[in-house]
């Protein structure tokens, strides 16, 4: 089992930026996807941004240019640094990792962290 703790959400202005952060315990063993989704009320959970264990990088096109994700594999801790924030950022954001055991997946979620972008 992997437990997820996310970190760093809050209230913003438009324009400002915050650091989410995402602490992975338990077993780890080749978590070897970690990212962030968010979901807005009334609206289906969406990928951010994600990160392999090996650096690549993917990211949602509404966020390309203004969130960064990194990781710490030493730490097992995974980033998102969001700048520029928008109104529509606003969501609840969730932290993901998957892991393969022996060709087995797992997928992990953590309880997931409020970031409020308003005036």
């Known amino acids: 089992q992997v437990q997820l703790v996310e970190s760093g959400g809050g209230l913003v202005q438009p324009g400002g930026s915050l650091r989410l952060s995402c602490a992975a315990s338990?077993?780890?063993?080749?978590?070897?996807?970690m990212g962030w989704y968010r979901q807005a009320p009334g609206k289906q959970r969406e990928l951010v941004a994600t990160?392999?264990?090996?650096?690549?990088?993917n990211y949602a096109d509404s966020v390309k240019d203004r969130f960064t994700i990194s990781r710490d594999n030493a730490k097992n801790t995974v980033y998102l640094q969001m700048n520029s924030l928008k109104p529509e950022d606003t969501a609840a954001y969730y932290c993901?990792?998957?892991?393969?055991?022996?060709?087995?997946?797992?997928?992990?979620w953590g309880q997931g962290t409020q970031v409020t972008v308003s005036s």
């Open positions: 338990g077993t780890i063993f080749n978590l070897y996807v």
């Open positions: 990160i392999t264990n090996g650096g690549r990088t």
């Open positions: 993901n990792s998957k892991q393969n055991i022996f060709g087995k997946e797992y997928d992990y």
